[in-house]
């Protein structure tokens, strides 16, 4: 559990930090450019949308706690920057899904082989290839 706070915190951290930069006028990345993205996106076929959201979740299966904090970091800029795109309402709700999305990101970084192995001693292949499966199906979701 003390991973998936940190990751929390480190989510959290980026989007206060993010905010109030662009409260102050120096923001981080254009809200007009990410609203232009947005709804390019929205636009996109389906596989374009699930391959874009599929690299987080292999990056995270690759290279675990420090992508994992990456991302964690990348998502809480994204959420602060879609606030001032699109307000605080679409903010919010991007904010609940990430959550969700970063819990399932950090069992595949608790149970990358690296990690259990350096902990444990041994690897369960099975609980890795599990959430591993469980995050790209979610990602599948939510790429619909």
């Known amino acids: 559990m003390k991973w998936l706070y940190l990751t929390y915190i480190i989510y959290w951290s980026s989007v206060a930090i993010t905010a109030a930069l662009a409260a102050l006028g120096y923001p981080l990345v254009d809200p007009q450019a990410v609203a232009r993205a947005f709804n390019e996106t929205a636009?996109?076929?389906?596989?374009?949308?699930?391959?874009q959201s599929a690299v987080d979740v292999a990056f995270v299966s690759l290279f675990s706690?420090?992508?994992?904090?990456?991302?964690a970091t990348v998502y809480g800029i994204a959420t602060a920057t879609l606030a001032g795109a699109f307000g605080a309402g679409h903010a919010f709700l991007y904010a609940a899904v990430v959550q969700i999305v970063l819990l399932f990101l950090t069992e595949v970084a608790k149970w990358h082989p690296l990690v259990q192995r350096l902990s444990r001693g041994r690897v369960e292949w099975r609980r890795y290839l599990l959430w591993v499966a469980a995050a790209f199906s979610l990602v599948g979701v939510l790429s619909l």
């Open 43 to 51: 636009s996109l076929p389906y596989e374009q949308r699930f391959l």
């Open 65 to 71: 706690y420090p992508a994992l904090f990456y991302a």
